[in-house]
């Protein structure tokens, strides 16, 4: 069972940066997609971006140019740099992981989710 422990979350201010990380444990790291998902109050988890084992990744429209998600195999680490915040990225975001992107809402692994805050 791999289990995943997301940090680097808190309250930053609009157009700020802050960098979120998600250290995997107890599973091959390196043959498992990674993704970031993030979910506001009153609304459904929705998928910020992903990245496969060969490091092929998507992002979600509204994080296109401003967000970048990244992976390091020796440390067992998946990352999200979020450039230009707004208040609309405030939400919990989580990190997942499964062996492809199309299993990470039906049997993935979760992180117990980091909280971002974007306000002045």
């Known amino acids: 069972q791999v289990q995943l422990a997301e940090a680097g979350g808190g309250l930053v201010q609009p157009g700020g940066s802050l960098r979120l990380s998600c250290a995997a444990s107890g599973g091959i790291f390196s043959l498992n997609a990674m993704g970031w998902y993030r979910q506001a109050p009153g609304t459904q988890r929705e998928l910020v971006a992903e990245i496969t084992t060969g490091g092929s990744t998507y992002y979600a429209d509204s994080v296109k140019g401003r967000f970048t998600i990244s992976r390091d195999n020796a440390k067992n680490t998946v990352y999200l740099q979020m450039n230009g915040l707004s208040p609309e990225d405030t939400a919990v975001y989580y990190c997942?992981?499964?062996?492809?992107?199309?299993?990470?809402?039906?049997?993935?692994?979760w992180g117990q989710g980091t909280q971002v805050t974007v306000s002045s």
């Open positions: 997942v992981t499964a062996r492809t992107s199309r299993l990470f809402m039906s049997s993935g692994n």
